[in-house]
């Protein structure tokens, strides 16, 4: 089982749409959260950054993390054809295991 | 605005012929990471630098190569590119290693004929 796994997609989705994004993983050291968005030949951007369990809004933008579940998700309200892109989830642990691991994105396309 | 900023954005070599990619930072951050992303894959991490302290990754190959030479500036040098080794090579640094959120630059795209 990899430590991080993520729906590669492609998910297409109409302009306005509600989208869900999710990462699961089997290393319960992950304590720290990120999603990434990568537009095409560019390199990641941090979107959304969260700590342990629970919600984070950021407009348009909600990062949930479930420990309990190891489950996190990333939901996108309002899609719009700029959030067309690759979005990746990264997590870390505190201490020694400091080092990013990677879902392997997953990739959107909002039509307009 | 504080950045990550590599240079150059493409560079195109001839296999076996040495390649060096630059990345800069204004963050001043401790820690700056390089790593290689190939077509439809996540980053994989080939080194760190915190500060000066040098670290590889166990299966990084020989043939890759980092500088630091300051707290600024970081180069990835790759001796002998292989037709394998053409990737988009991401630059990222942090604040601090653990739970240190990673800020990554635009990335070189290298092409190796």
């Known amino acids: 089982q990899k430590e991080v796994e993520q729906d590669p997609g492609p998910l297409s989705v109409p302009e306005g749409a509600i989208v869900s994004l999710n990462c699961t993983y089997s290393?319960?050291?992950?304590?720290?959260f990120m999603w990434y968005r990568q537009y095409s030949r560019k390199g990641p951007e941090l979107l959304m950054y969260?700590?342990?369990?629970g919600n984070k809004e950021d407009g348009r933008f909600t990062a949930q993390v479930d420990k309990s579940s190891k489950y996190i998700s990333l939901f996108i309200r309002d899609s719009q054809p700029s959030d067309s892109a690759t979005y990746l989830c990264?997590?870390?642990?505190?201490?020694?295991?400091?080092?990013?691991?990677f879902g392997k994105g997953t990739l959107l396309t909002v039509n307009p | 605005d504080a950045m990550v900023i590599q240079n150059p954005r493409y560079q195109v070599t001839q296999f076996g012929k040495p390649v060096t990619l630059s990345c800069s930072q204004t963050l001043n951050h401790n820690v700056m990471y390089w790593y290689q992303q190939k077509s439809s894959q996540a980053p994989k991490l080939l080194f760190h630098y915190y500060d000066k302290d040098f670290n590889n990754e166990a299966d990084t190959p020989d043939n890759f190569q980092s500088r630091r030479p300051n707290t600024s500036f970081c180069f990835l040098d790759i001796r002998s590119p292989g037709l394998g080794d053409a990737a988009m090579y991401l630059c990222?640094?942090?604040?601090?290693?653990?739970?240190?959120?990673?800020?990554f630059g635009p990335g070189t795209r290298l092409l190796v004929l």
């Open positions: 969260t700590y342990s369990s």
């Open positions: 290393n319960s050291a992950f304590q720290y």
């Open positions: 990222a640094t942090s604040r601090e290693k653990a739970g240190g959120t990673q800020y």
């Open positions: 990264a997590m870390t642990g505190g201490g020694s295991n400091y080092k990013l691991t």
